[in-house]
């Protein structure tokens, strides 16, 4: 019974690769990516604080990140990480600092692709 309420509450987004070609069926690769995470979960106990585990977890999301979409990491956070610090606008700069859009106007940071499949049509998706 839990399992039939839980697919009628999300059936839309249980549902939303049959209405979009290119979402894939499964989380497979995404899974596959973050199993480098799961091999370093005991070293997240000494992250220090509460703080410093989401801290981590966007660290890694935005390595996977890159990683999907082919992008050097070195040089993204090379580029980007100055601009945060110096502050910025979130409704301006910010669409512009993420890694699709970053590697869209850096192509040359691109790298050879890895034994991933590669996410290539951000530009695509609807809203």
Same mark, same amino acid.
């Given at each position: 019974?839990?399992?039939a309420?839980?697919i ?5 987004a ?13 989380n ?19 992250v ?13 999301? *935005?390595?996977?990140?890159?990683? !999907?979409i082919? &992008?050097? $990491?070195? /040089?993204? %956070? #090379? ?6 610090a110096?502050? *910025?606008?979130?409704?301006?700069? !910010?669409?512009? &600092?993420? $890694?699709? /859009?970053? %590697? #869209? ?13 590669r996410?290539s ?7």
């Open positions: 019974m839990r399992a309420r839980y009628l509450r999300h059936y839309e249980i549902t939303r690769y049959l209405t979009d070609g290119r979402i894939p069926i499964d497979g690769l995404v899974e596959r990516l973050f199993r480098r995470v799961a091999t370093v979960r005991k070293n997240a106990l000494f220090g604080s509460h703080d410093g585990g989401r801290r981590m977890a966007v660290i890694f999301s *935005i390595l996977t990140t890159c990683e !999907l082919g &992008l050097n $990491p070195e /040089a993204y %956070l #090379a580029d980007i990480l100055p601009r945060l110096r502050g *910025i606008s979130v409704v301006e700069d !910010l669409p512009a &600092l993420t $890694p699709a /859009a970053w %590697l #869209a106007a850096h192509p040359a940071d691109a790298v050879p692709p890895l034994n991933v499949q996410v049509q951000f530009n695509d998706w609807p809203e």
